[in-house]
């Protein structure tokens, strides 16, 4: 009989045993559930719940049964639906009336909003250094090839050119936010609801600031009913893990364009690229493409998490045990591409020619032929104007910007001098970008000793 089934006359359907077994998912959460319990059974005691003999036996038998299962030696019954049931099962079984006191003063409701906050704190901890490493890497490649210019995009035309090293800089930047999202979720997530019960809260003294420091929470949920019901944090969660995902696939996509034919502009370490079963010659920035890929079941992660609290009622509802699959699969996918990220990164080979190549063509430099022209006296928008003339004149004769001579430059823009002519080099249009945040040599390796210092 289930450890709830007194007043029921008839055994569980079988198909219904299936729909609500969550043991083959969460499982994982164990050591989170046994550690909520050892706290539990601590203050039981402490308070004169329970028999102090009671809660000795009870802790040591939990560290038996943790044994058991890191040993694989645990035997999970489906029949007993999850994880909370398989082990005080077991301790009633071993242990008889003193495991059954374990549950006094608890319900599974505030015992599995207990156990996921326990196992996420811990995942993003974890998911923080990886995030970290990431950055680290993209830190160290910029460092590495501190001096390669390619043209900056917009629209996917070219614009402006860019060192290599403040391009990967920019994603160090949007990595940090990340982090701190991360860490922001962290501290709302660190709240323990153990006490709240089913959802009223208990008829027994518990001594809740006792559990909350044995597992490392920083305080106590005020409301019983919000903590059971409460998954905001799983869903803050996911939503960082999202934006994480979401700047991997904008990464993904300028490593693809910079490693595709078209661009030639950066080779990858085969480690990092799989093959074509019909096309010899074919070396494919899978890793990339994958990184690109598994964003897209992140954010339906997050997705799911989001449709399946928005209809529901206070307080605890049996569908809220649908949310560990996703929140289970969020955290799983970022950080496997998390962890094959950082070594694709490092794994970067830059092919300096082609990018100085494609940034040297003389059209990145309009910009800067216009800003002299504003350097020397003439208003913004009457300099756009008439290189904007210029730039059409070229393409009427099928000149290249830096072809012409300054007569040919004056039809356009009488007020052109001989200076004019050397603007159209990529390094000088960079080394012109001397404020903060811009894309000077000097910026740039401002932001790289910054970043070294902040990731040491
Ligand atoms: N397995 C359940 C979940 O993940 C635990 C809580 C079950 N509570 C209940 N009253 N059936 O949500």
Redesign the pocket.
């Known amino acids: 009989m289930a450890l709830w089934g007194a007043r029921f006359s008839s055994d569980t359907n079988e198909l219904l045993a299936k729909l609500s077994e ?1 043991i083959s998912f ?1 499982q994982r959460l164990y050591a989170q559930d046994i550690a909520g319990s050892i706290a539990h059974v601590k203050m039981l005691a402490k308070q004169s719940i329970i028999p102090k003999e009671d809660a000795k036996q009870i802790i040591a038998e939990l560290g038996t049964i943790k044994a058991e299962i890191e040993a694989g030696d645990f035997e999970f019954k489906e029949s007993l ?2 994880i ?1 049931m398989n082990i005080e099962s077991r301790l009633i079984e071993r242990l008889g009336d003193a495991g059954a006191r374990v549950h006094t003063g608890r ?3 505030d ?2 909003a207990t156990d996921i906050r326990l196992y996420l704190r811990d995942e993003i901890s974890e998911i923080k250094i990886l995030l970290s490493a990431l950055q680290k890497s993209l830190v160290t490649v910029a460092d590495a090839d501190d001096q390669a210019i390619l043209p900056g995009f917009t629209h996917l035309q070219h614009a402006q050119p860019v060192l290599f090293a403040h391009h990967l800089l920019a994603y160090v930047e949007m990595f940090s936010r990340d982090m701190g999202r991360l860490e922001d979720c962290a501290k709302r997530m660190n709240v323990s609801p153990l006490g709240a019960g089913a959802m009223a809260g208990s008829t027994f003294p518990m001594d809740r600031e006792f559990v909350a420091k044995e597992l490392g929470f920083d305080s106590v949920s005020q409301n019983s009913m919000d903590a059971v019901s409460d998954r905001d944090f799983a869903v803050e969660l996911l939503s960082a893990l999202s934006l994480i995902m979401l700047h991997i696939s904008r990464l993904s996509e300028d490593i693809i364009f910079w490693k595709s034919q078209e661009a030639s502009f950066i080779d990858l370490g085969d480690a990092f690229c799989t093959g074509s079963s019909i096309m010899p010659q074919k070396k494919n920035p899978d890793t990339a493409e994958l990184g690109r890929g598994k964003a897209a079941r992140v954010f339906a992660d997050l997705n799911a998490l989001l449709i399946l609290m928005k209809g529901l009622p206070m307080c ?1 509802n ?1 569908d ?2 649908e949310d ?1 699959e996703p929140v289970f699969d969020a955290v799983d996918t970022t950080k496997l591409v998390l962890a094959t990220f950082a070594p694709m990164i490092e794994s970067i080979e830059i092919n300096q020619a082609n990018m100085a190549t494609a940034s040297s063509e003389p059209a990145l430099m309009a910009t800067d032929l216009a800003e002299w022209l504003v350097k020397d006296g003439m208003p913004f928008r009457t300099a756009h104007h008439r290189v904007g003339s210029l730039v059409a004149w070229c393409n009427e004769n099928s000149l290249a910007l830096d072809a012409v001579s300054l007569e040919q430059m004056q039809i356009s823009i009488p007020e052109a001098k001989a200076e004019c002519l050397d603007l159209f080099s990529a390094e000088n249009s960079v080394k012109l970008r001397d404020i903060t945040g811009g894309t000077a040599p000097k910026q740039v390796r401002k932001q790289i000793d910054y970043w070294k210092k902040q990731l040491k």
């Open positions: 969550s969460d639906e999850d909370h319900s599974r409701n015992q599995i605890y049996r809220m045990q560990k």
